[in-house]
């Protein structure tokens, strides 16, 4: 049996159960679709956002890439964005990086890797604010850690430089923003920031104006 038909036939293994133990489980899926939360994390397998949260398909809207960057030129990021806050209207956004993260640990070489180049820069920029503190931590694993946790932190200040965000905010007081680091050694969640609406809180020179927002 190939891998790929071993996903063919846990499949239907899958479907059996969920239908034994809850008869209904696909119908109200089918039905609606009204997650509370979206996910920004990394296209690493082994970072899946519903078995880390305990949840169920149809409980959070999934966005992944590379070490779970919100890039302000990324059509498909602001998409997935745009339609989560203002059609699904979520509640929380969560931006999930995780330590030992392979896209981290590049941007912080020199190695070139074709076309992943252009998107590691979006790290780089997030090493390079950093960079003192980064370069005086001796060990490399702690380096890259390090770098994980606080390329989320600024994900998350980008996040809040969004237009859609913005209007948001102003127009239903939410969502509140999260990020989180994931352990893969021990499957537990570091919490490293909670952004909370605020328009005051934002940079003047990230804040658009309020006429602007009612657009």
């Given amino acids: 049996m190939s891998p790929y038909e071993k996903l063919l036939i846990q499949n239907k293994a899958w479907s059996?159960?969920?239908?034994?133990?809850?008869?209904?489980?696909?119908?109200?899926?089918?039905?609606?679709?009204?997650?509370?939360?979206?996910?920004?994390?990394?296209?690493?397998?082994?970072?899946p956002a519903n078995q880390i949260t305990g949840t169920d398909p149809g409980e959070i809207f999934v966005h992944r890439n590379i070490a779970n960057m919100v890039v302000h030129t990324d059509v498909n990021l602001l998409s997935v964005l745009?339609?989560?806050?203002?059609?699904?209207?979520?509640?929380?956004?969560?931006?999930?990086?995780?330590?030992?993260?392979?896209?981290?640990?590049?941007?912080?070489?020199?190695?070139?890797?074709?076309?992943?180049?252009?998107?590691?820069?979006?790290?780089?920029?997030?090493?390079?604010?950093?960079?003192?503190?980064?370069?005086?931590?001796?060990?490399?694993?702690?380096?890259?850690?390090?770098?994980?946790?606080?390329?989320?932190?600024?994900?998350?200040?980008?996040?809040?430089?969004?237009?859609?965000?913005?209007?948001?905010?102003?127009?239903?007081?939410a969502p509140t923003i999260h990020g989180w680091a994931y352990g893969l050694k021990d499957g537990l969640v570091n919490e490293l920031v909670n952004i909370e609406p605020d328009l005051d809180s934002i940079n003047p020179i990230f804040r658009f104006d309020s006429a602007e927002l009612d657009k």
């Fill in 82 to 173: 745009e339609y989560a806050v203002v059609v699904l209207k979520v509640e929380h956004i969560i931006v999930c990086g995780h330590y030992g993260c392979g896209g981290i640990e590049a941007a912080l070489g020199n190695k070139s890797y074709g076309i992943i180049n252009k998107w590691l820069l979006n790290i780089k920029e997030v090493y390079k604010i950093y960079q003192k503190e980064i370069d005086a931590i001796e060990v490399h694993e702690d380096k890259v850690n390090r770098l994980v946790e606080l390329n989320v932190i600024e994900q998350c200040q980008d996040l809040i430089k969004t237009s859609t965000i913005q209007k948001a905010w102003k127009s239903r007081n």
């Fill in 16 to 47: 059996a159960d969920q239908k034994l133990a809850d008869a209904n489980f696909f119908g109200r899926l089918e039905k609606q679709q009204s997650p509370k939360f979206l996910w920004i994390g990394c296209s690493d397998s082994r970072v």
